[in-house]
């Protein structure tokens, strides 16, 4: 069963590899073919200047495809030709604000007004450092003369919460209802928080906060879009039916006013209770959430996610094959020099080993990064020489195992030479570690490359790399799109390496094979 999993996840692999290295071909921000004025072009092999294409000696300058397609001089000649790829952008293409015009929204934020008020209670019952306190006192407060109770019935435990505050003694929480002295029908609910003393002497106070009954209303927020018939739709569709039908049509010709850009706020009546509309235009800003067209959304340079995933995965698979490679050149010569002669050799191979895989490897690149720059085949080099430890180590316990086998000792007395030996004789019987090996290094070495980018001492700036994706998600961490396509296309492809790996390590295990007889 593994088996059969592993032969599906070995095609999927290299479907996904063979895609990515046509890359150019599905996202592209040049043509794929052009025709001008009778003259064929191939611009995503080899992009020439504008004087080449429109024959004027005056200008050396490249070409804007997308707006040179659009001229007149372009369009006027039904002979013209352009043949784009399927997506329009390359990875470091910034895309256009303007062509997003269609996906610019308009918010419309309902701010009910506020029944609830604040204040300070001093000793003798004034007031100060009062907040919203208006409608909590329908005919005016004198704060230099009125008292609360002047206004409110106050029960005496508020009082004596309040003296036990101001005489710095420990009192509880205080939660009771009033009533207003004038008007019956106006009650609110007193409440005043637990109160510690301060230790280190600060001045007590007496804060006390008033809230009307049944009257909490939370703010409400309604995005909206212009919709194919000229009209506007509301994208939290919940929320506007949370508003009244007859408050809509009063709210859509504000959303009309702020998309025209004019400025547009009103006062409303909400639910027996005043409230403020007022409409935000949302401008097209990076990055950009999914939308027709950018199918992964957009990063936080303005480039297309889908374009920068499907680049990154051709130059992660091709870090990780050739890393892989390498690594297994390196080990099977290094295991195989300690294993088949032994001795010094193998005790003088084992110390250099360890001594090399002391060395910080991150510290190692941070100072070549600093000194010689950053680069593809730079971090390739650097990243070759740690990688092949483990794999020495496997290839000489084989070499250790096999050496003293009898088909070995015929080999030397027929007078082969120890290379013969090795290449002919011993390494066909212990290839099976490098084979079952090899998935899982590449696999190690596709993560390395995006966690390397991800701190930013991998491959250099404005290389598509998933790891710098996922940087970016770290700064934006709204922008659940800059963390989901990245790690869905790095846990794919090391989830089928790893598939293969398991295949090819039930595929060569001898215990699988034998049976008692």
Known sequence: MRIRRAKWALRALIALYIISLGSELICNGRPLLMRYEGNWFAPFLKNPDLRSVTEDTNTTALINYRTFTLTEAFTNNTANFVL????????NDTIDSASLAEFITVTAHIVPE????????????????????????????????????????????????????YGKRPAPRVEVEVQHIKDENLRATLTMPAFEPNPYGAAPTARISLRMEGRSESPLAVRFHKSGDGGFKALERRRWQE??????????????????????????????????????????????????GHCMGIDSAGCDVFAHVLYALRISMTFGIVLSLWAMLLGIVFGAVQGYFGGKVDICGQRLTEIWSA???????????????????????????????GMSYYMRAEFLRLRGYQFVEAARCQGLSPLRIIMSHILPNAVTPVITLLPFTLAGAIGSLAALDFLGFGLPPLTPSWGQ?????????????????????????????????????????????SRME
């Not at 784009?84 to 990875?91: E, T």
């Not at 029944?115 to 300070?120: E, P």
């Open 114 to 165: 506020v029944f609830a008020c604040r204040f300070d209670l001093l000793p003798d019952q004034r007031i100060v450092r009062c907040e919203n306190c208006t409608r909590f006192f329908p005919g005016g407060y004198d704060f230099d003369n009125d008292r609360l109770s002047d206004h409110w019935h106050i029960p005496d435990e508020v009082l004596e919460a309040a003296q036990q505050r």
């Open 243 to 292: 508003v009244p039908a007859g408050l809509q049509p009063e709210i859509l010709a504000l959303v009309a006013k702020s998309f025209a850009g004019e400025k547009a706020q009103s006062a409303i009546q909400w639910k027996n209770r005043a409230a403020q509309v007022k409409c935000v235009l949302n401008e097209i800003s990076w990055p950009h959430p999914p939308v027709a």
């Open 469 to 513: 994706l996922l940087q970016q998600a770290q700064l934006f961490r709204w922008a659940w799109w800059l963390i989901l396509f990245p790690s869905l296309a790095l846990v794919t492809v090391i989830l089928l390496t790893v598939i293969i790996g398991e295949g090819l390590r039930d595929a060569f295990d001898p215990k699988q094979q």
């Open 84 to 91: 784009w790829a399927p997506v329009r952008y390359s990875p």
């Open 359 to 389: 060395m910080p490897f991150l510290y190692i690149m941070i100072l070549i990064g600093a000194v010689l720059g950053r680069s593809f085949m730079l971090l390739l080099i650097v990243y070759g020489l740690f990688n092949w430890l």
